[in-house]
């Protein structure tokens, strides 16, 4: 599976972007993604989680209630709806993909894919 983050950009504060992990393979739709963030100088992060089917999701606490997670499998696209961004929310957002088990996938260690990040700034 390759993966391709795309939609990043520059937005003010309590803005809105919409992330899209495109992929690659015809087994993308048997894949949970999950999404990162590394902002500079600190340690990637789990953002958000979907199981293969997109019926399980999961969230950061620092991101619940603010971003969405969703999947398209016909498309083999996972998105990532960003709302209410605080400047603390900048960072590179990079997608990955792992096989499906019990696990809410919060652990960077599970994913075998990964996909090249997208910056996204948050600043007035």
């Known amino acids: 599976v390759q993966l391709q983050a795309s939609g990043g950009g520059l937005v003010q504060p309590g803005g809105s972007l919409r992330l899209s992990c495109a992929a690659s393979g015809r087994a993308f739709s048997s894949y949970a993604v999950g999404w990162f963030r590394q902002a500079p100088g600190k340690e990637r992060e789990f953002v958000a989680a979907?199981?293969?089917?997109?019926?399980?999701?999961y969230y950061a606490d620092s991101v619940k209630g603010r971003f969405t997670i969703s999947r398209d499998n016909a498309k083999k696209t996972v998105y990532l709806q960003m709302n209410s961004l605080k400047p603390e929310d900048t960072a590179v957002y990079c997608c990955?993909?792992?096989?499906?088990?019990?696990?809410?996938?919060?652990?960077?260690?599970?994913?075998?894919?990964w996909g090249q990040g997208t910056q996204v700034t948050v600043s007035s």
């Open positions: 990955a993909a792992r096989w499906p088990t019990s696990s809410d996938g919060r652990r960077i260690a599970e994913y075998d894919y």
């Open positions: 979907i199981s293969w089917s997109g019926s399980i999701t």
